[in-house]
T-cell receptor, first 116, second 109 residues
Framework: GAGVSQSPSNKVTEKGKDVELRCDPI?????LYWYRQSLGQGLEFLIY????????KSGLPSDRFSAERTGGSVSTLTIQRTQQEDSAVYLC??????????????FGPGTRLTVL | GQQLNQSPQSMFIQEGEDVSMNCTSS?????WLWYKQDPGEGPVLLIA?????ELTSNGRLTAQFGITRKDSFLNISASIPSDVGIYFC?????????FGSGTKLNVKP
């Protein structure tokens, strides 16, 4: 597609349930990023995928969070046993990811997660 | 992690006024970026800066990459109502992007 797409756009869940958030990056972009944005705050880095390399998970807030990227394209962010503090907008971004070069990233519209 | 300090946190201005916001960091960055986020949308890239001292314009927007590589500013001239939104700075190093906390701009017609 023309841009980064994310689904669902909104997700309401009960505390303790698992959720899966999906990201479709721009075709040809090898780098994919997940961020979390709490109300009125900046973006908090969660995880970064570059091609087929092992992901940089340094931003994941707890072991309840995991992400995978199948075939170097679509990515799924999974949050297990959700807590109320997980409520936020989860943004995905992709970039060309050419090693050794400067890069810019393009964002999807986000998934608004509400944990009741 | 690397922290970006963005100011001001919010601004209320009259249509037609010029606006300035800036970002500082204790760390050096190779690239500085400025994004705008509208409600319910993801951030959209406005300007990317790749070299220390670089001054780049995009319409009414002008941004500069500080000489020390630890700061950047964004100016908006002759503001209009559709400039309303949240503006984020971001620094890029070694495949990671670090974001400021945003400047919320309100423009009164």
């Amino acid at each position: 597609g023309a841009g980064v797409s994310q689904s669902p756009s909104n997700k309401v869940t009960e505390k303790g349930k698992d959720v899966e958030l999906r990201c479709d990056p721009i075709s040809g972009h090898t780098a994919l990023y997940w961020y979390r944005q709490s109300l009125g705050q900046g973006l908090e880095f969660l995880i970064y995928f570059q091609g087929n390399s092992a992901p940089d998970k340094s931003g994941l807030p707890s072991d309840r969070f995991s992400a995978e990227r199948t075939g170097g394209s679509v990515s799924t962010l999974t949050i297990q046993r959700t807590q109320q503090e997980d409520s936020a907008v989860y943004l995905c971004a992709s970039s060309l990811g050419r090693p050794g070069s400067t890069d810019t990233q393009y964002f999807g519209p986000g998934t608004r997660l509400t944990v009741l | 992690g690397q922290q970006l300090n963005q100011s001001p946190q919010s601004m209320f201005i009259q249509e037609g006024e010029d606006v300035s916001m800036n970002c500082t960091s204790s760390s050096i960055f190779n690239t500085w970026l400025w994004y705008k986020q509208d409600p319910g949308e993801g951030p959209v890239l406005l300007i990317a800066l790749y070299k220390a001292g670089e001054l780049t314009s995009n319409g009414r927007l002008t941004a500069q990459f500080g000489i020390t590589r630890k700061d950047s500013f964004l100016n908006i001239s002759a503001s209009i109502p559709s400039d309303v939104g949240i503006y984020f700075c971001a620094g890029y190093n070694f495949n990671k992007f670090y974001f400021g906390s945003g400047t919320k701009l309100n423009v009164k017609p």
